[in-house]
């Protein structure tokens, strides 16, 4: 079910970036497609649900909710209490949801892999079945995905270190204007290597371009001097 979600989005995301008229809009599907989407389908498994439900991801999932309500919903109106219980009770649910559901994905293919595991010669198809399972295991915690957002939530997030709504549309429209630049400058294959392939390395690059900052400053002494 959640495999058939993830390629149905997916395919709305192709299908809307082609046919929509808006500039804007096609390079927002383009961004999610290939930066959130993508991602999600190459190490995809119902283990990486686990991921969401590790202490240390609800930690740092609760502290930001306890900022975000203090910042979002500051101030005294009728139905704060309820949107604040709202929050944390989703929080609540899909964690647990995440930590059951994970489980069990987990329990399962532990199963069918002890199946080709316990056997006197291991075929072909044993030791493939055997990998899978393995790179799914190591597919449960996306260290790439998650550095990327630490990176983005200290670039856009504030000193409060919370996203909030304006600072998410930020994050999204920068995204989105990387994607179109990419794509104008590059060839088609070039275009994709790069979507498929940008990281938190690459983003450091961008951000901080030493070089360019030396050759900035130098121009402005430069200048000055004259």
């Given amino acids: 079910v959640l495999l058939a979600a993830l390629l149905l989005k997916a395919m709305m995301l192709v299908m809307k970036g082609i046919c929509t008229k808006s500039q804007m809009e096609k390079w927002f599907m383009t961004e999610e497609f290939f930066w959130k989407v993508v991602p999600e389908l190459s190490t995809f498994s119902a283990m990486r649900l686990l991921h ?30 309820f949107l604040i219980a709202r929050k944390w009770s989703k929080l609540v649910i899909t964690r647990l949801l995440c930590l059951i559901i994970g489980i069990d994905a987990f329990l399962f293919k532990v199963r069918v892999a002890y199946k080709y595991i316990h056997q006197e010669r291991i075929d072909f198809w044993s030791f493939l079945s055997v990998t899978m399972f393995i790179v799914q295991i190591l597919g449960i915690v996306q260290l790439s995905m998650f550095v990327r957002g630490r990176i983005f939530l200290f670039i856009f997030g504030g000193e409060d270190g919370v996203m909030q709504a304006e600072e998410r549309a930020t994050q999204a429209v920068w995204e989105a204007m990387l994607v179109r630049k990419i794509w104008q400058e590059h060839s088609l294959l070039k275009t994709l290597a790069l979507l498929l392939t940008f990281d938190d390395a690459d983003f450091q690059k961008l951000v901080l371009n030493q070089k360019a900052d030396l050759m900035d400053y130098i121009s402005s002494e430069e200048s000055s001097s004259e």
Wanted: aromatic share 20%; hydrophobic share 40%; charged share 15%.
């Fill in 52 to 81: 969401f439900a590790s202490p240390s991801i609800i930690i740092a999932d609760a502290s930001k909710f306890m900022t975000y309500s203090k910042t979002r919903w500051a101030g005294n109106f009728s139905y704060k209490n």
